[in-house]
């Protein structure tokens, strides 16, 4: 998978869990799906139709109700959700709030290695300066990023690594993402 589109995955709060969840084998259906996740509808329904959109999930043709239909994944989405249910069986359940925020894995993804600020911001192109430092400072509060500077560079320069669970993190999504 490129990072275009795990950022574009990661891009609503419910995708991974929902991933996650169907590769775990969760019925491919509106009601168990919620209830595993703890989504609110119109989060998990959007989520839904964003999954559908990028292509890794379908409906599942001659099941399910049409008010009430059934999903799969498909092939593309096969993958994905191997990856999401890799991610979400090395995080605790307070930490996924982290999780759900839209720059938070490919942020871990970009740092699998100690990486300065602009090396991380060129390897996600979309993302602004703000976003990254507000995303490297959540996971600096949760211990899962450490910052040190760099006193010998001119000017001084700050250095990012993954630890503890971001560290994990990063270790299970970084050899499935390609950087283009």
Not at 105 to 118: C, D, E, G, K, N
Request: aromatic residues 6%; proline residues 6%; contains cysteine.
């Amino acid at each position: 998978m490129n990072i275009e589109t795990f950022v574009n995955t990661t891009s609503r709060a419910w995708a991974i869990p929902i991933l996650a969840n169907l590769h775990a084998g969760i019925a491919g259906r509106q009601a168990p799906l919620l209830a595993a996740t703890g989504a609110s509808r119109t989060a998990f329904a959007q989520s839904m139709d964003h999954l559908i959109a990028m292509g890794l999930l379908e409906r599942n043709p001659g099941y399910g109700h049409p008010l009430r239909p059934e999903f799969r994944l498909t092939s593309l989405g096969v993958t994905a959700a191997a990856i999401a249910n890799r991610i979400q069986s090395v995080t605790a359940d307070e930490d996924q709030d982290l999780l759900r925020r839209s720059w938070t894995l490919p942020v871990l993804t970009a740092i699998h290695r100690p990486s300065h600020f602009t090396d991380i911001r060129r390897n996600l192109r979309t993302i602004t300066d703000r976003a990254l430092s507000q995303s490297l400072r959540s996971m600096e509060v949760r211990n899962w990023v450490c910052r040190k500077v760099d006193e010998g560079a001119r000017p001084p320069r700050s250095i990012y690594s993954a630890v503890n669970t971001g560290s994990k993190i990063s270790s299970i999504i970084a050899p499935e993402i390609t950087f283009v």
